[in-house]
């Protein structure tokens, strides 16, 4: 990654919430363990003031949790701003339409 990439992405914790990334209570996602293994796990809850996720899975026949930086969720499961993502969808679209009604 670029040095502006790592700077665009640090300054995006300022507002980072769950919905940003599409993420809300219920959404699966891919976590990691202390012991490095990696599995899915449910979104239980949020703290926006601490830009922590709770998360929980069920394993050996019980619920077990943890509350995790949202910043590694981000980066394990690759998640990128939505509204990112629609701008970028977006542009193209943009661009075209003049051309369009110029043809007309």
Same mark, same amino acid.
């Given at each position: 990654?670029?040095?502006?990439?790592?700077?665009?992405?640090?300054?995006?914790?300022?507002?980072?919430?769950?919905?940003?990334?599409?993420?809300?209570?219920?959404?699966?996602?891919?976590?990691?363990?202390?012991?490095?293994? /990696?599995?899915? +796990?449910? &979104?239980?809850?949020? @703290?926006?003031?601490?830009?922590? =996720?709770?998360?929980?899975?069920? *394993?050996?026949?019980?619920?077990?949790?943890?509350? /995790?930086?949202? +910043?590694? &969720?981000?980066?394990? @499961?690759?998640?990128?701003?939505? =509204?990112?993502?629609?701008?970028? *969808?977006?542009?193209?679209?943009?661009?075209?339409?003049?051309?369009?009604?110029?043809?007309?």
């Amino acid at each position: 990654k670029t040095f502006w990439e790592y700077l665009h992405f640090f300054f995006s914790f300022a507002s980072m919430s769950l919905e940003t990334y599409g993420l809300k209570v219920g959404s699966q996602i891919d976590i990691q363990r202390s012991d490095g293994r /990696i599995h899915a +796990a449910v &979104i239980s809850g949020a @703290n926006d003031a601490n830009r922590t =996720v709770r998360v929980e899975w069920f *394993e050996n026949n019980e619920t077990k949790g943890k509350e /995790i930086e949202l +910043a590694a &969720i981000l980066r394990l @499961n690759e998640l990128k701003p939505i =509204v990112k993502q629609q701008q970028q *969808e977006e542009e193209p679209q943009r661009k075209s339409q003049p051309q369009q009604q110029q043809q007309q």
